[in-house]
């Protein structure tokens, strides 16, 4: 092989490796914009997620439609932006809920939630009756109702505070709830 074809195979060689890593390099952004990791911390969301765990957050779910009751979202804390919270959306803009006791209810439909945790169901804020939500505004409960810093005590979530949904517990292996999160649409299928 003459030198000629030696400095071809070089550049082919190195074209090749530029291209390659071109690629991984774009993959990871891409990666880096569209998915978060989130640690859990606390016992808010108990059964569905657990103290220390660690999940994928999809922060491309809501380009092409708008966040919807039952998913699981991840936010900025409205009263600290600085710091993040997870909660379920229970109710979206322009609907009408009502919480007493532990009755929730979204525009006069009564939600038979199964996915809150049974074992603490006690409400430890007042009633809320017929409170209508505003355009960009979403009300967030965590599953576990007895020991949940919600929108029952601080308000609604603006639409521009959720950084993105929920999609996948992925640490530790050994948990009951490893993999994608349930689908909770059909507990809101009779809300108009």
Do not use: C
């Amino acid at each position: 092989m003459g030198r000629k074809e030696r400095s071809m195979l070089v550049r082919l060689w190195l074209r090749q490796i530029l291209e390659t890593v071109t690629l991984v390099l774009l993959m990871l952004l891409l990666i880096r914009v569209t998915l978060q990791n989130f640690h859990i911390d606390g016992h808010s969301m108990e059964p569905t997620l657990h103290d220390q765990e660690y999940i994928l957050v999809n922060k491309a779910a809501y380009l092409l439609q708008g966040p919807a009751r039952g998913d699981i979202i991840v936010f900025q804390y409205p009263r600290d932006p600085q710091e993040n919270y997870i909660k379920r959306i229970i109710a979206t803009p322009g609907d009408r809920i009502s919480i007493i006791k532990n009755t929730v209810s979204v525009d006069g439909i009564v939600l038979h939630e199964n996915y809150i945790n049974k074992d603490d169901p006690y409400n430890p804020y007042p009633a809320i009756k017929q409170r209508v939500l505003g355009p960009g505004q979403y009300f967030v409960m965590g599953d576990n109702r007895g020991n949940s810093s919600d929108s029952r005590a601080w308000g609604m979530v603006p639409r521009q505070n959720i950084i993105g949904k929920a999609v996948v517990v992925y640490w530790p292996f050994n948990v009951d709830n490893l993999g994608l999160l349930p689908n909770e649409s059909g507990v809101f299928a009779h809300v108009r």
